[in-house]
């Protein structure tokens, strides 16, 4: 029998560390940055030897983009694999919602940002703000931009720089797609890989695809890997691995978001106490391959003042263990950890 829990924090690269930022963002796709500095933190965890100037370079370079991608989330992700999301949902439509009753208004003005953006190579948040501006005839509010700003995404016109905040720019982009169908099947084995063992909907949830789109490409697809319990499949047969005493994430950690059944990894008492009220996931503390609390942090100044909340008693070994994961936090982002 497959330990479902070992297995998947193998998968998801939390036992052995990534030697690599190239590394750490492919195992999983990409990582969720909804919250950028949390998407660093992550980062920083899982990758020991990473300093801050290499991931700037990364960003500077635009070998790692800030965009939509999966369940229309923000996502750091390699260019390449930016690429393969993109076209797994090229028959994705954005909710009726988005549009507010004015579908053609906003499409008229997603043709001219990407007619615009087919004559230079990146605009700044002024350039943007002040063409969509003039061409609404009206200060346009913040939401309204983004929905223009997700029609004109989801064709690979554009990527954003990786910024904080609302301070974004557009990267123009003109990557060559694979169809639907091909990105689809070239993405559902790269998820078990990262992710596995998992199932059908474990997939279509982390990647925000319909389970009729899927389900067929999964069940040619699936004849070709390991079978496990529930439905879950992985590529190969797993061996025999050790888990460390403990494991720390960011906050919206694949761990949690990655599966539509969180009870591989926490009770539904204690699943509560790791959301805020307003969606927000936030860091956890795993010991001995349970979740035994979680913890926050705010950066004033130079400090980043950190609590950890736990449920569970925790040793003074355990305890050195983790402060000793956010000093190398606190290292990465140039901060003086204070407890």
Known sequence: ???????????????????????????????????????????????????????????????????????????????????????????????????????DFFEHLALSLTQRLATVDHLSKADVNAQLDELAHRPLLSQERYTIFQLVARTGAFTFVPKSGNRY?????????????????ALMPRYLAGFGPANLLDFCKWAGLSISRVRPLWQKASRHWVACEYDNFMLETPTPIHLPEVILTSGFDAALTGYVDKRWLVSADHERQLWTVNGSLNPIVI?????????????????????????????????????????RVANFLGLTLVL
């Open 1 to 103: 029998m497959i330990d479902l829990r070992t297995q998947r924090f193998s998968s998801l690269g939390k036992i052995q560390p990534a030697v690599s930022l190239q590394q750490a963002l492919t195992q999983t796709v990409g990582v969720q940055a909804q919250q950028f500095r949390q998407a660093e933190v992550g980062l920083a965890l899982q990758v020991p030897d990473l300093n801050r100037t290499e991931l700037l370079n990364a960003y500077a370079n635009g070998d790692i983009v800030r965009t939509w991608a999966q369940r229309w989330t923000y996502q750091l992700l390699t260019l390449e694999d930016w690429a393969l999301v993109i076209a797994a949902r090229l028959d994705e439509q954005l909710p009726t919602q988005y549009f507010q009753g004015q579908q």
């Open 169 to 185: 720019e557009l990267q123009v982009q003109q990557p060559t797609l694979l169809s639907s169908t091909e990105a689809i099947e």
């Open 287 to 327: 010991l001995n391959g349970a979740v035994v609390g979680n913890w926050h942090f705010k950066v004033q100044g130079k400090r980043m003042i950190t609590t950890l909340d736990y449920w569970e008693t925790v040793s003074n070994t355990q305890q050195d263990q983790v402060i000793a994961k956010l000093q």
